[in-house]
């Protein structure tokens, strides 16, 4: 079953990096999960400062802002896609991720399947 890891920064570094894991991090859990054969699809997100948000009004309008508003406390930082046999292994490998440090969290869900 496939399973979305979303990747939540409790906090960033100067940076810009997740709070508590360095890039050696980072790179030992891509290929673990690269390795493992789980792996389906995952992306890091560019920094923060180039997100815009879109909001449509009821009446088709759109409105266009940069970036997220000041009050968000935590920083989508990416995701990965992994394909495991059920939701506990989903979420020890969520366990592993060094966004799941610092403050950070990874939210796990399944993904859809329509087919």
């Known amino acids: 079953m496939k399973y979305l890891l979303l990747i939540n920064a409790g906090a960033t570094t100067a940076e810009g990096g997740a ?5 050696a991090d980072w790179m030992e859990y891509d290929k673990a999960v690269r390795d493992a054969g789980i792996l ?10 180039t997100a815009t948000v879109v909001t449509v009004a009821p009446d088709g309008r759109r409105t266009v802002t940069d970036g997220p ?7 989508l930082g990416g995701f990965y896609v992994i394909d495991v046999p059920d939701l506990d292994v989903a979420l020890d490998w969520a366990a592993r991720c060094p966004g ?4 950070g969290n990874i939210v796990v869900r399944p993904v859809a399947d329509f087919g």
């Open 100 to 103: 799941a440090r610092g403050g």
């Open 19 to 23: 709070e508590g894991c360095t890039p």
């Open 69 to 75: 508003y000041a009050e968000t406390r935590e920083v």
């Open 40 to 49: 389906v699809s995952g992306e890091s997100l560019a920094d923060l400062v």
